[in-house]
């Protein structure tokens, strides 16, 4: 291969090749860029001849990339992104006040706490356009691996892939239909409550970990009839009498339903929600502007103080 080839690969080879990965189909790749399925067809063998590689396993059905592909499209796409943030950060140096950012946030902290953090924001800063995407945890966490927003505001855990600032601590309260008795204690254990229909979080997001960690613990399992992905759902749930929730303080803030009521758990079950980034990528201006009134406001709100 020569090694001037790469060199000479222009940006419009690069999109093209990133879409056909991430589509998994020229078709849908020429769709996405509006470009023809022959046009997006010759642009990769272009690619491929450049390169002197193989970059995709063609069948009838599918488009895999090969192993040399993956590594082409690991750093073609950290490439690209730096590329995209530096053009974004010397825009944004001719005049801070302006920019464009992307988070994605929890369901509970997107309801919650960012609602007045991002009108107060986009009051103050009306030139920098804000996109917000809410996401299950594993979405989130893929989102910012895979550099689709700037930043995340999620559940806290063990991935060193990730950097945590831990922003708030809270603990996870049971809301118990009235006509249980376990409704009438001032605590409930976990053990009272396995006793109780449960109405679980989906396995997908991160308060079901949390909840699967504190059973297996104390040798419990159980069972649930009803799954929702959103905090709303379950609640209105429990308050229709279908059974216990158990959710993180913060989505019980609205629960005053006379039929349900709210009880804590004991001993305690804490999760941690932070600001969530790629380690050693420093955000643009914008982003990280945004990012800091985040992290300020919820702390605030909620009086957490880091160690």
Do not use: W
Not at 2 to 26: E, H, R, T, Y
Not at 169 to 193: D, M, S
Not at 240 to 262: D, E, N, V, Y
């Amino acid at each position: 291969m020569d090694i001037a080839g790469p060199l000479n690969v222009n940006m419009k080879l690069l999109q093209s090749f990133l879409a056909v990965a991430d589509q998994g189909s020229f078709r849908l790749a020429g769709e996405m860029l509006n470009r023809s399925h022959s046009a997006i067809s010759a642009q990769i063998m272009q690619l491929e001849a450049q390169l002197d590689l193989r970059l995709f396993e063609r069948t009838t059905r599918h488009v895999r990339l090969t192993e040399e592909g993956h590594q082409l499209y690991e750093s073609a796409r950290r490439a690209l992104y730096e590329l995209e943030l530096g053009i974004r950060r010397i825009r944004e140096s001719a005049d801070f006040k302006r920019g464009q950012l992307s988070l994605a946030a929890s369901s509970n902290l997107a309801s919650t706490y960012l609602p007045k953090v991002l009108a107060e924001f986009v009051e103050t800063h009306p030139q920098i356009a804000v996109t917000v995407s809410e996401l299950t945890s594993r979405d989130l966490f893929d989102a910012v691996v895979n550099r689709k927003v700037d930043f995340a505001i999620g559940p806290e855990k063990d991935d060193a892939t990730l950097s945590f600032e831990t922003i708030l601590v809270e603990p996870l309260q049971a809301l118990i239909p009235a006509h249980y008795p376990q409704a009438q204690q001032p605590a409930v254990t976990l053990e009272e409550l396995v006793r109780v229909p449960l109405i679980l979080s989906s396995p997908a997001t991160a308060i079901r970990d949390c909840i699967e960690v504190a059973l297996r613990a104390r040798g419990l399992s159980v069972a649930s009839r009803f799954q929702f992905m959103k905090s709303q759902t379950i609640v209105a749930m429990a308050e229709a009498g279908l059974g216990a929730a158990i959710l993180p303080a913060s989505s019980l803030i609205r629960a005053q339903s006379p039929t349900a009521r709210i009880v804590r758990i004991e001993p305690a079950i804490r999760r941690k929600m932070a600001l969530i980034t790629l380690p050693d990528t420093k955000l643009s201006p914008a982003a990280a502007r945004l990012a800091d009134k985040i992290v300020s406001d919820i702390r605030l709100a909620t009086d957490y103080r880091p160690d």
